[in-house]
């Protein structure tokens, strides 16, 4: 039973992120990093636009009234940062699924997160156009990213 439950949960994300496919297709988005240089003035100027932040982007929130169309979690050191505290995101978010029980919310959608070039014992990245499949790491969230929006 505890198998069938597994399964019906696994086909409902698929579901779920199937209907982010080509979503956005000939349109721009922006990713957006959370380096020291990124001011809250600078994402005004994207505010309408189509955009995917990820980590503790949050942080700025009280700065700007931009807000990410989309937002993702795959590090688990990020996620215990403030697990205990976590934060109102509205935007819909993508997780890796080896650190999805981390963050509960409902608006999450699993990924898996492909770690192939792991076994090789160096880096090397690949590049997933299917969200469906997984997506590759690339030792950076923002690479995870840029897939993410490639398969929308």
Known sequence: MEYL???KKKLKNKISILKFKNMHRGKRAFVIGNGPSLRANDLEL???EISIASNKIFLIFGKTSWRPTYYS???ALVINEFRNNPPDIKAP???SEDVSDLFVNKNTNKFNLLKDWYSNKKFIPGFSNNLLKGLYGGE???YANIQILWFM
């Open 5 to 7: 439950k597994g399964i």
């Open 73 to 75: 979690l795959i590090d």
């Open 93 to 95: 978010i993508f997780c």
């Open 46 to 48: 994207i505010k309408n």
């Open 140 to 142: 950076c969230v923002t």
